[in-house]
């Protein structure tokens, strides 16, 4: 549903921190599932770890913050903001991702107030498990414009 290209005009994440490479479904405000190819050229797979590569957990639980980023802003209301993750509960990690994997992730939310919201988030790799957490979002001010 929307390419790279789209998701870095919603986003301002960029490489090597743009942990999202497509979104294959949208409700604005409410959900979105994406998917995130991982490669063994990812830069942290050079110390994380040499000669037995694992995508670290906490870069897991960006990619679900950022498919939850494309969901608030790209509600009208959100449109060119920033959102911040400002918290994560109920964090458990059930598998290793590996070069070669692909993460779906899918985020709903389960409360949005003013400007801020919580989310659900689940990771998985060929429908296993991968990671479940609840994850806290606050709307902040304006994106900086892209040189």
Same mark, same amino acid.
């Given at each position: 549903?929307?390419?790279?290209?789209?998701?870095?005009a919603?986003?301002p994440?960029?490489?090597?921190f743009?942990?999202v490479?497509?979104?294959?479904e949208?409700?604005?405000?409410?959900?979105?599932?994406?998917?995130?190819?991982?490669?063994?050229n990812?830069?942290?797979?050079?110390?994380?770890?040499?000669?037995?590569?694992?995508?670290?957990?906490?870069?897991?639980?960006?990619?679900?913050?950022?498919?939850?980023?494309?969901?608030?802003?790209?509600? /009208?209301?959100?449109?060119?903001?920033?959102?911040?993750?400002?918290?994560?509960?109920?964090?458990?990690?059930?598998?290793?991702?590996?070069?070669?994997?692909q993460?779906?992730?899918?985020?709903?939310?389960?409360?949005?107030?003013?400007?801020?919201?919580?989310?659900?988030?689940?990771?998985?790799?060929?429908?296993?498990?991968?990671? /479940?957490?609840?994850?806290?979002?606050?709307?902040?001010?304006?994106?900086?414009?892209?040189?």
């Amino acid at each position: 549903m929307l390419t790279a290209e789209q998701i870095q005009a919603i986003l301002p994440h960029r490489y090597p921190f743009l942990f999202v490479d497509r979104i294959i479904e949208l409700e604005d405000g409410k959900r979105a599932v994406g998917l995130k190819n991982v490669s063994i050229n990812e830069d942290f797979f050079n110390g994380h770890f040499p000669g037995y590569p694992v995508m670290p957990g906490v870069l897991i639980v960006e990619a679900l913050a950022q498919v939850g980023g494309v969901a608030l802003l790209n509600a /009208e209301e959100f449109k060119g903001r920033l959102a911040f993750l400002t918290g994560v509960d109920n964090c458990r990690f059930k598998r290793q991702v590996v070069p070669g994997d692909q993460l779906k992730l899918e985020v709903e939310f389960v409360k949005l107030r003013g400007a801020m919201g919580k989310g659900h988030g689940v990771a998985t790799v060929d429908g296993e498990l991968v990671c /479940e957490a609840d994850i806290l979002f606050a709307i902040g001010p304006e994106q900086p414009k892209q040189a």
